[in-house]
């Protein structure tokens, strides 16, 4: 069972909160607030519209995370449930008790662009560095990405890994090296491709898959040889659209993909109609990931965007700006504004109306590529995990439990099981390492499992 010891995640949001403006309410005012306009009760910021000050409260319930309101919470703070929860059908549930409270500034529209991209610099400060080549760390044990030999164009054998949202190619190397059989891998890869292991480094939220796409096709436009691709979440989405749509410039390249917990179809994580939800699922990923794969908040990617993104969903009148920031953390947006405005979500959004997931499926199969998948199931009710249901339990209308559920079906607590293998209609992954029905292996492990990597060595023959 997941513990209930939640020290690591505050230790998180106490050592980097502060990096993404978030920051305790009795500590100095978020930036950009001005000192006049904040007003102090009882040692706290005061969540006034007037200040662009939000409170919120991080809660604990039967294991599980929540960022609600401030307002809304049973705190000492406030004694007890408002006339504001009331409404939103919080007051029949036992909240559970305040972890923490943190104050955040509230984003004008005029500023989501800016801040989005600084986001991504932040969560990966090589975001903009595009492709860097892999070489065996002074430690010895572990991997890093360099300019050091790096070409203007490949031939021969090459081997290409990228990351996926909110990570860097510094987390996925990381894993990779995290066990013996990885680092393993890793060493036999640089030798088998003659030095020519790359990584792949992009922005994940301020700019689209498309784009990310664009950007490493026009880079390894004319690579000639055979190509490999490890490709993890978004990156997967971000290889198809390079592969598929870009693909021209490959024509005379082999190519193999491998996509591990990729989007194909979008996730349901990051539909309009779970941004509510949103927040807390990524602290309990974080969390989680943090305290069994023991991992630094640093290292983290889950733990961290969790953090960044509380000022992009912070509180705003309503129809005072007829866009985002939504009405609230704890309140249902009436709007795909609120996922639209974020590219990188946007183009992973599991929706009908999905304009780039529906020209990507479009696309036709290029002769030259073959795609294996890695897909997992991951079951946390099995070690006493009741993620989902309270999480559905806080939806704007506690009552509606079923629609509120965030994944339909199998899912590896970030990307849908069924979307991880369908390239387009009638066309999907037929080669597949399937991780089903169980509570071990979820959508940041998938490259400490011996498994995955013994099909890679397959996939990839030879490799020795």
């Given at each position: ?96 008790r305040v972890v923490k409270e943190v104050s955040v500034p509230v984003l004008e529209p005029n500023q989501y662009l800016s801040a989005l991209a600084d986001t991504d610099q932040r969560l990966n400060a090589q975001c903009d560095a595009g492709l860097r080549t892999v ?42 090296a995290a066990t013996p059989n990885g680092r393993a891998f890793m060493r036999d890869a640089l030798k088998a491709y003659s030095g020519q292991v790359l990584v792949f480094d992009h922005p994940t939220l301020s700019v689209s898959p ?255």
């Open positions: 069972m997941i513990g209930d010891d939640f020290s690591g995640y505050l230790d998180a949001v106490t050592q980097y909160g502060t990096q993404f403006d978030v920051v305790d309410p009795s500590e100095t005012r978020p930036p950009g607030v001005k000192v006049a306009d904040v007003r102090r009760r009882r040692g706290r910021l005061t969540d006034s519209r007037e200040t662009g000050v939000q409170n919120l409260a991080l809660v604990e319930r039967e294991g599980v995370l929540l960022w609600l309101p401030a307002e809304d919470v049973g705190s000492p703070r406030y004694g007890g449930l408002r006339r504001r929860a009331r409404r939103r059908g919080l007051a029949g549930l036992e909240v559970g070489k065996v760390a002074p430690d010895g044990q572990s991997f890093a990405a360099t300019t050091e030999g790096l070409k203007a164009s490949y031939s021969k054998r090459t081997l290409l890994i990228v990351h996926g949202t909110f990570s860097s190619s510094a987390n996925i190397l990381g894993e990779l498309f784009l990310n796409a664009l950007d490493l096709g026009r880079r390894l436009a004319g690579t000639t040889g055979s190509l490999d691709v490890i490709a993890h979440s978004r990156g997967g989405l971000v290889t198809q659209w390079w592969l598929e749509v870009f693909g021209d410039a490959l024509a005379g390249t082999q190519v193999r993909a491998v996509l591990a917990g990729a989007p194909l179809r979008g996730t349901h994580l990051a539909s309009p109609a779970r941004i509510q939800p949103f927040l807390s699922v990524l602290s309990n990923i974080g969390h989680y990931v943090g305290q069994t794969l023991n991992l630094a908040a640093a290292a983290n990617p889950f733990a961290l965007a969790s953090l960044a993104l509380l000022r992009f969903f912070g509180q705003r009148e309503r129809n005072r700006w007829g866009l985002p920031p939504i009405d609230g953390i704890g309140s249902r947006p009436g709007t795909d504004a609120a996922v639209a405005v974020i590219p990188g979500l946007q183009g992973q959004s599991a929706v009908g109306n999905n304009a780039e997931l529906t020209r990507l499926r479009a696309s036709t199969a290029r002769a030259n590529v073959r795609y294996y998948a890695c897909v997992a199931d991951f079951e946390p009710e099995r070690i006493g995990w009741k993620l989902w249901k309270v999480i559905s339990e806080f939806g704007d209308r506690a009552k509606d439990v079923a629609t509120d559920a965030i994944f339909k079906g199998a899912n590896d607590l970030v990307v849908d099981t069924a979307h991880m293998t369908t390239l387009a209609d009638g066309r999907d992954i037929t080669e597949v390492t399937q991780f089903l029905g169980q509570a071990d292996v979820h959508h940041c492990n998938y490259f400490r499992q011996n498994e995955t990597l013994k099909s890679l060595r397959d996939w990839f023959k030879p490799l020795t």
